[in-house]
Structure formats: C-alpha cells, structure tokens
T-cell receptor, first 120, second 112 residues
Framework: AQTVTQSQPEMSVQEAETVTLSCTYD???????LFWYKQPPSRQMILVIR??????QNATENRFSVNFQKAAKSFSLKISDSQLGDAAMYFC?????????????????FGKGTHLIIQP | DTAVSQTPKYLVTQMGNDKSIKCEQN?????MYWYKQDSKKFLKIMFS???????INETVPNRFSPKSPDKAHLNLHINSLELGDSAVYFC???????????FGQGTRLTVV
C-alpha cells in the first residue's frame, strides 16, 4: 500500500520569506501523480500544484514550486514570497493512475498535513 | 456555479440517529468520492464510485452506505450514528482518466 509522510506537523515563516514543506512517499509503482493541497480555515480543499511522475521537470505555479526527487521518493513544496493568505494546512497526496476505463479508482492517499503559519 | 456542492455544511445530531449528506457535482465527472477528515485533520478515502462501480474502503463500517441516483450525485447515508463518527466529510469528483480531485466544501458532522 502506498503511504505519504509529512514529517513537519507545523512550520512558521516570516511574511515575504521562502518556506519549504517536506513530503516523502512510498510506492512500488513507476507511474503516478503527486499533489499539494491547501486547506485554509474555511476548510475548502484547494489544489496548489500537481506533478506527474513521468515528467522530470519540476512543476511550478506562480510562487509555488516543487522539488520532485523520484529516486528518493521525495516531493517538497516551496512557497516563495510568503503571504498572509498562504496560512493554512498543506497536504501532500499521492494517486495511482487509473486506466482509461476509469475502473478501480482508489482516490488520493494523503499525508497528515503541515500547518503553515505566516508571521507578519 | 459551485462545482462540487455538499449539503448540509453543518450537521449536529444525537447518537443512534440516521442521517444523510448530499453531494452534487456539475463538472460532468465520472468518478465521485467520499473522504473523512478526523479531528487530527487526517484525510482518508471512504468510497469511490465510478460508472456504477462502487469501491469500498474495508475500514469503513457498514453503517455507512453511499447511494448514487445518477452520475452527478453521490449521497452518504449513515445509520446508528456514534460519537466516533464526528468528523468533517468531504465529497469530491474527478474526470475520466483525470488526476486531481475537486472537493466540496465539507460537512462538519457532530454527534452528541
């Protein structure tokens, strides 16, 4: 079974600084997807960034970027120029790809989350 | 406009009651899910439903039953509610061959 580990229960960063959230995972598959989701106090789950395992290039979305190390099974999230609105729980998630038929959908496996605090 | 919507957002009920949470998605997605987020914020999948195929997480008590009247809806019915069922329940959907899941806003269930 796949597992996702986030070793930092809580992180704190000064506004405008850069912070990196760690995530490691365990899988025997070679093709899969990795995600970072953000959950602010409103509790809405918001997709931050996605990485396909077959892509060597690290995904970026504006101030958010990942460092994907497939051999090490590591998938860290870097937030640059931190803003107060970035304060939230961040969840790393893994997904085994479904076939074209869509059958056997087993959803996302989540880590336990990292609570990110932004200091003004 | 809401892509995945759940009702109600909050639900307070007594032990032993039966309750339902409704979920609707207007994204045309083929697969829908229910996730449970416990008091420690841990998210775990409960069910997925794809093209009338239901996949059940073995750890989910059989008091929980998903019901899908059509592709756009996946409701969660819970019988004989227990204190330990208190949690936030999320509905989500994803497209055929898609990757990420789109989440509803969650339903906070409190059993007293």
């Amino acid at each position: 079974a796949q597992t996702v580990t986030q070793s930092q229960p809580e992180m704190s960063v000064q506004e405008a600084e850069t912070v990196t959230l760690s995530c490691t995972y365990d899988t025997s598959e070679s093709d899969y997807y990795l995600f970072w989701y953000k959950q602010p106090p409103s509790r809405q789950m918001i997709l931050v960034i996605r990485q396909e395992a077959y892509k060597q290039q690290n995904a970026t979305e504006n101030r958010f970027s990942v460092n994907f190390q497939k051999a090490a099974k590591s998938f860290s999230l870097k937030i640059s120029d931190s803003q107060l609105g970035d304060a939230a729980m961040y969840f790393c998630a893994y997904r085994f790809p479904r076939g074209d038929s869509g059958g056997g959908a087993d959803g996302l496996t989540f880590g336990k989350g990292t609570h990110l605090i932004i200091q003004p | 406009d809401t892509a995945v919507s759940q009702t109600p957002k909050y639900l307070v009920t007594q032990m032993g009651n039966d309750k339902s949470i409704k979920c609707e998605q207007n994204l045309g997605h083929d697969t829908m899910y229910w996730y449970k987020q416990d008091s420690k914020k841990f998210l775990k999948i409960m069910f997925s439903y794809n093209n009338k195929e239901l996949i059940i997480n073995e750890t989910v008590p059989n008091r929980f039953s998903p019901k899908s009247p059509d592709k756009a809806h996946l409701n969660l019915h819970i019988n004989s509610l227990e204190l330990g069922d208190s949690a936030v329940y999320f509905c989500a959907s994803s497209p055929q061959g898609g990757t990420e899941a789109f989440f509803g806003q969650g339903t906070r269930l409190t059993v007293v």
